[in-house]
C-alpha cells in the first residue's frame, strides 16, 4: 500500500542539487510538455523565492528527478482538547 502525501503540505523538495524550500501550496504533480506537439509525461511544478534576488522562480521536471518531499503533518495537541474554543485546533 503506498503512502499518501497531501502536496499542499509539502514544505521542501530534494533534487539532484539540493534541497528546495518552497512557496505553501505551491509543489503539485501533473503532465507536462515543453511544445503542444511534444508527448505529456509526468512531472512535478513547484515555486520558491530565491535567497539572493528576492524574485519567485519557478521549476518544472519529470517527477523522477524528485528524490524525496518534506511535508507537514497535523497533529492535535492533547493540551487544546479540553478547551471548548480550541477543540478543532491544528498544529503544524
Known amino acids: 500500500m503506498p503512502t499518501v502525501i497531501d502536496v499542499e503540505r ?3 523538495v530534494l533534487l539532484l542539487d539540493g534541497w ?4 505553501p501550496r505551491s509543489f503539485s ?6 511544445a503542444e506537439d511534444d508527448r505529456a509525461q509526468n512531472g ?3 515555486a520558491k523565492i530565491d ?6 522562480q519557478y521549476f518544472v521536471g519529470p517527477i523522477d528527478c524528485v528524490m524525496s518531499v518534506r511535508y507537514s503533518i497535523p ?3 492533547a493540551e487544546f482538547e479540553d478547551e471548548e474554543e480550541d477543540e478543532d485546533a491544528e498544529v503544524f
Open 10 to 12: 509539502v514544505t521542501a
Open 44 to 46: 512535478y511544478f513547484f
Open 75 to 77: 497533529t492535535t495537541d
Open 20 to 23: 528546495h524550500f518552497i512557496q
Open 29 to 34: 504533480v501533473g503532465p507536462y510538455a515543453f
Open 51 to 56: 535567497q539572493l534576488s528576492r524574485e519567485m
